[in-house]
């Protein structure tokens, strides 16, 4: 998904990661063109997935901010894009 163009809005958004994750220090936002957040607030993290609900996503351009706490202590960050079309 990272950088493409879905066709329909998905229901969740999953990142994956090569380590587990600790879930009280591990979040992610999905933000629409204006800065705002769009999803439903219900972030978890289950061993080495990171996932978020959405709504409906009407067409445009989103961003997925994420920062994560692995188990073996290590902080990453980052972000991307994805394009929802009608």
Do not use: C
């Not at 936002?29 to 993290?45: F, G, H, I, M």
């Not at 959405?54 to 073996?72: C, E, F, I, K, N």
Request: proline content about 8%.
């Amino acid at each position: 998904m990272v950088g493409s163009t879905v066709h329909g809005s998905p229901p969740q958004i999953k990142l994956w990661f090569t380590q587990s994750l600790e879930p009280a220090f591990s979040t992610v936002r999905v933000l629409d063109a204006a800065n705002r957040q769009v999803d439903k607030s219900d972030a978890k993290a289950a061993a080495a997935m990171l996932q978020v609900s959405v709504p409906p996503l009407a067409p445009g351009r989103y961003r997925v901010v994420w920062r994560v706490l692995s188990t073996d202590t290590h902080v990453t960050e980052g972000d991307f894009t994805f394009d929802v079309a009608p």
